[in-house]
């Protein structure tokens, strides 16, 4: 055997003995969900063994509130344990947090919240006296989960509305945040090369939380301005003519941005334009007026990016074009080797 080939060897024998080590040196995680995960949770535990689902009994009383039941609460002693959560509406909450507190006190080795949607993040300021910052409540309820044996709480939290929030947090949780923005980008670099792809952002905001992540793009900015009792949105730097614009933004309601967005990019000269948000919320079925087929939209938007981190919105949306969805299992795994 030469010498060349002796040292290819053992580098390779190297690489394959560090890749075991890092395996062995993963930590095994007891995964809970909430029953509107579910189908989210099987996918994370696809993406690793050393991820196993445990189970909860979700029951009521006559009454409606929540008679609930932690399953093999004796075997995750000692173990690390995680729970997905959605906070989708306030009915579920109550019981989900019911058994978030409970789950670090069952003498756990470590607990992680995985939270992949921050619900009340866009109500995070007082413009006047009286406004009620729900965001602020929900990180206080979130920041008095119990500490483990292990420590704080780590709480996983992806493209939270305004980056001010992770400050809303105490000191008893550790918050780590995340972003869907790679899921983008790995779908983006599937299109086809002949397409000239550029990211537009439909105001500062979106353009201050993402830019960094995507400057591998030209840019787009859209502003909105006040004209009487109306906004509307204006083309503010850039040019779209000839290309693939992608919107680009932390979460969708009822579209309506996104929708002026679109209009302004197609009067300005752009060959397609697509959407990204990681959280699509679409409140009352909002998501139907961006279906192709639908009069008046038909095919404005070419594609329609979401994650899973609104399972009810995934489940309501199925494979309705211009909708795909990016899920972020794989995100949420590694996560919880951190």
Known sequence: MSENAANIMEKNQAICKEAIVSELQKKKVHLFYCLECEELARNIASQSDHITLQSINWRSFADGFPNLFINNAHE???QHVAFL?????PAVIFEQISVIYLLPRLFVASFTLVLPFFPTGSFERMEEEGDVATAFTMARIVSNIPISRGGPTSVVIYDIHALQERFYFADQVLPL????????????QQLPETEKVIVAFPDDGA??????L???YPTVVCTKVREGDKRIVRLKEGNPAGCHVVIVDDLVQSGGTLIECQKV???HGAAKVSAYV???VFPKNSWERFTHKNNGLDEAFAYFWIT????QTVKSIGNKAPFEVLSLAGSIADALQI
């Open 76 to 78: 995750i002693r000692g």
């Open 85 to 89: 959560a959605s906070f989708s509406s």
């Open 177 to 188: 945040f995340e972003t869907g923005i790679p899921l983008l980008t790995k779908r983006l």
């Open 207 to 212: 353009w201050k939380r993402f830019h960094k």
């Open 214 to 216: 995507l400057d591998q």
């Open 265 to 267: 990019l197609a009067a």
């Open 278 to 280: 990681t959280h699509g």
């Open 308 to 311: 899973d981190s609104c399972p």
